[in-house]
């Protein structure tokens, strides 16, 4: 939308496209602003029609630039455990966006093009003036400075912009993530406008059919051990090796890097890298296909250290991941939750569906029901508007997390995939087969060092066993409900994975006495790290783990098994839990093209 002004009168005028130069002058606007409109990473005439809205299939799309491309952000040792919150402010505070430069060769693909094509028929006092709307939410360079005031040469001339996005969305009630910038030109008295509108570009969950290229897993500390009360038996975390050596394996036959990453000096037991942070993607589109930035989301977790304190974990991830194409961002509420809130926070509850009919971009799964998640935290994740978010209820958990009953496992059907379940009917059934097998007598956990091992004759000569691992079947039945109903699967086209469910012996609900089995790592579509469920032998077989592989390989899945017993299992967490990943996005970086 164009705008010329003489005294008194305005007049709107749509134009069609214009050539590279433009005149100003009777019957001309005087005044041309340009983007990325059509998404083809470049700024043409044919960028002219629908300039001035902005929709799902036709808009100019930027960037939030919170990486650190020339790694000038440092984080200082000494306050990584810092109580309070101040120091997470400060690492927040520090990225791309945060000075008034171009922070070398590397940013500039960070920013999205504007143009101001040559313009004929200018006097030497001509002045043009660009404004963002609104203001705080980004800022624009010409001739590699930050720029707001344009002199009469360079509208002349013509000027090649670069817009600077300075903040993801976080809030769709206080920002619904557009902006306007409006090109003002005066001159002898009169004055021309032109606007474009444009969308930061939304944080895309990645999704666990998507290969992964880097692993991380956190190594251990010496030190102090968790501060407060942790529900951890005794040297857990623990035989680090065990789970060192076969992740290892598993990672180098799927072709993934692996990344260890050390703790915060004090040596806290917390190597939960899932449940740290929930890796995402920004991308805009460039010549050929996409720019694309990943931006870490922090967990939302905020604990209760005397005075409210971000879970310390989430500043390693400022320490060692943020840099170049790699941000960090987070949302953390200004008060502690409490325990049973506060669990719901962390990466391993967010998941993501991969597309599907209805669904070009997937979908973001979440657990919460009687107990919820922080809602700036949950709005930041699942408000980007493009991944419909899907809810389905994890309080009776004691840990409470999505990942705990179900995974995304490819599939020979018509959407390519399908979910893998924890199945309690299934694995008290394997228990009641070994039985009639003549295995009552086997142990569970028979090659760990567990203090713990109970007979299959024992889990099932006990009532309240069974009771727990029934309501847990229930409960997971209610969330297949609203997941079959929601994706279009069918019950015959689950995988399910067979665990046995108890009551936690410190946190109020049930949690994985055998190793959750779908709480594993997907290392590529068709590879799965999964915990080894240390499960009863029957004629010198694991019938949990040949079970598991069966049903797996019938989907095309090939299981590569992880010993977390002690380094996750006895601590509430598996393979899953204990690790992250970055996925190779490349087929779906181009979000603004609908695939589904």
């Not at 001159?187 to 666990?208: E, F, H, I, S, Y």
Request: charged residues 25%; negative net charge; contains cysteine.
């Amino acid at each position: 939308m164009k705008r010329w002004t003489a005294g008194m009168v305005t007049v709107a005028v749509l134009t069609a496209a214009t050539p590279a130069m433009v005149a100003w002058g009777a019957g001309t606007t005087g005044a041309e602003l340009r983007a990325d409109v059509d998404r083809d990473g470049l700024v043409t005439p044919a960028d002219e029609a629908g300039e001035s809205s902005w929709s799902a299939d036709r808009g100019a799309i930027f960037l939030a630039n919170v990486d650190d491309d020339e790694r000038r952000c440092t984080v200082d040792p000494g306050e990584l455990e810092d109580a309070g919150s101040a120091v997470d402010k400060k690492l927040a505070a520090c990225n791309d966006a945060a000075d008034e430069r171009i922070n070398g060769p590397k940013d500039l693909k960070d920013l999205a093009p504007l143009e101001i094509p040559a313009t004929r028929g200018l006097s030497r006092t001509a002045t043009g003036r660009l404004d963002v709307v609104p203001a705080d939410k980004a800022r624009i360079f010409a001739d590699g400075r930050v720029a707001s005031e344009l002199t009469a040469d360079q509208l002349r001339r013509g000027v090649r912009l670069g817009l600077e996005g300075r903040d993801v969305l976080r809030d769709r009630t206080k920002w619904d993530g557009t902006i306007t910038v409006t090109l003002t030109v005066t001159d002898r008295g009169r004055t021309a406008t032109d606007v474009v509108k444009l969308r930061v570009a939304p944080l895309m969950l990645q999704n666990d059919l998507q290969r992964a290229q880097t692993v991380f897993a956190g190594k251990p500390n010496k030190g102090v051990g968790w501060p407060g009360d942790a529900p951890y038996p005794p040297g857990v975390p623990g035989e680090f090796d065990a789970f060192a050596k076969t992740l290892g394996r598993a990672t180098r036959s799927s072709g993934a890097k692996l990344q260890w990453l050390q703790g915060t000096p004090g040596g806290w037991k917390d190597m939960w890298l899932q449940d740290t942070f929930e890796p995402a993607t920004a991308s805009l589109p460039a010549v050929g296909g996409a720019h694309t930035m990943r931006v870490l989301i922090r967990s939302g977790n905020v604990w209760d250290f005397g005075v409210p304190t971000p879970r310390p974990a989430g500043r390693l991830l400022y320490r060692d991941l943020r840099g170049p194409d790699v941000g960090v961002v987070q949302e953390l509420s200004p008060t502690a939750s409490s325990n049973a809130n506060d669990l719901l926070n962390m990466g391993g509850n967010i998941e993501s569906l991969p597309p599907y009919a209805g669904h070009p971009h997937g979908r973001v799964l979440y657990g919460a029901g009687e107990r919820k998640p922080d809602p700036g935290f949950l709005e930041l994740v699942t408000g980007q508007g493009f991944q419909d978010p899907l809810r389905i209820d994890t309080s009776w958990l004691a840990i409470g997390h999505a990942d705990e009953t179900t995974h995304v496992v490819r599939a020979d059907n018509a959407r390519g995939w399908t979910l893998a379940v924890a199945d309690p009917r299934l694995a008290e059934k394997l228990l009641r087969d070994a039985r009639d097998d003549g295995a009552g007598g086997q142990r569970l956990f028979a090659d760990t060092n567990s203090t713990r091992k109970p007979t299959v004759d024992e889990i099932l000569a006990d009532g309240k066993h069974l009771a727990d691992n029934r309501a847990a079947a229930a409960h997971v039945d209610e969330q297949l409900a609203i997941l079959l109903r929601e994706t279009g699967l069918r019950r015959d086209e689950l995988v399910r994975l067979p665990v046995f469910f108890e009551s936690h012996p410190v946190l109020p609900g049930l949690r994985a006495m055998t190793p959750g089995l779908v709480n594993g790592l997907s290392l590529t579509a068709r590879d799965f790290a999964a915990p080894d469920p240390q499960g009863p032998k029957v004629h010198g077989v694991d019938v949990f783990k040949a079970t598991a592989e069966r049903a797996l390989r019938r989907t095309g899945v090939r299981v590569h098994w992880v010993d977390n017993f002690f380094w996750s299992h006895l601590g509430g967490g598996e393979v899953h839990c204990a690790t992250n990943a970055l996925r190779d996005t490349r087929a779906t970086d181009a979000w603004w093209l609908d695939r589904v």
